[in-house]
Antibody, heavy 112, light 108 residues
Framework: QVELQESGPGLVKPSETLSLTCTVS????????WGWIRQAPGKGLEWIGY???????NYNPSLRGRVTMSVDTSKNQFSLRLGSVTAADTAVYYC??????WGQGILVTVSS | DIQMTQSPSSLSASVGDRVTITCRAS??????VNWFQQKPGKAPKLLIS???NLQSGVPSRFTGSGSGTDFTLTISSLQPEDFATYYC??????????FGQGSKVDLK
């Protein structure tokens, strides 16, 4: 059974960069797309983007310019970086193998 | 971007009720719609893919239908474990893969 686990700081200061990693276990990262989705407190779901195991990416235009995804096949991990964060970026961030397998989510709060 | 408009945003129902949630896309998306169930503090769970394909392990009381711009999720007989928020999502050719705003089903 594929399992995903997000990790990273739970608190980020405004204007800084949010960095999260998703570790995949129970299966290989190869030959799949991997995605990030977020959910602001009490709000709906927002697709951030996806990365293919080869490194090809597709980002939500609303975040383009601030978001970068990368993959490390040797570690079975993929990562998200979101720059110039504001309070509006406070959310639970989920990693997923679209769309069956999801991580449990990690709350990231943007605050000084 | 393709907009997904869900209705109702919330509904109150009783165990055993038939529940229907609709989702309308702002353009033709063929059958590229997924339905998710989300319970508080949990990740979304995929129920139905490509409009009508029930995922393994999902009870048969859940059905999805529709194509083009109009889609429906039906729960034939609501069970206690079905009280949750439901989201539609389009994953048509063009990104971003947008979600509906959610439909919360609670106990009447």
């Amino acid at each position: 059974q594929v399992e995903l686990q997000e990790s990273g700081p739970g608190l980020v200061k405004p204007s800084e960069t949010l960095s999260l990693t998703c570790t995949v276990s129970g299966g290989s990262i190869n030959n799949y797309y991997w995605g990030w989705i977020r959910q602001a407190p009490g709000k709906g779901l927002e697709w951030i983007g996806y990365i293919y195991f080869s490194g090809a990416t597709n980002y939500n235009p609303s975040l383009r310019g601030r978001v970068t995804m990368s993959v490390d096949t040797s570690k079975n991990q993929f990562s998200l970086r979101l720059g110039s964060v504001t309070a509006a970026d406070t959310a639970v961030y989920y990693c997923a193998r679209p769309w069956v397998f999801w991580g449990q989510g990690i709350l990231v709060t943007v605050s000084s | 971007d393709i907009q997904m408009t869900q209705s109702p945003s919330s509904l109150s129902a009783s165990v055993g009720d038939r529940v229907t949630i609709t989702c309308r896309a702002s353009q033709n998306i063929n059958n590229y719609v997924n339905w998710f169930q989300q319970k508080p503090g949990k990740a979304p769970k995929l129920l139905i893919s490509t409009a009508s394909n029930l995922q393994s392990g999902v009870p048969s009381r859940f059905t999805g239908s529709g194509s083009g711009t109009d889609f429906t999720l039906t729960i034939s007989s609501l069970q206690p474990e079905d009280f949750a928020t439901y989201y539609c999502q389009q994953n048509y050719d063009s990104t971003p893969y947008t979600f509906g705003q959610g439909s919360k089903v609670d106990l009447k």
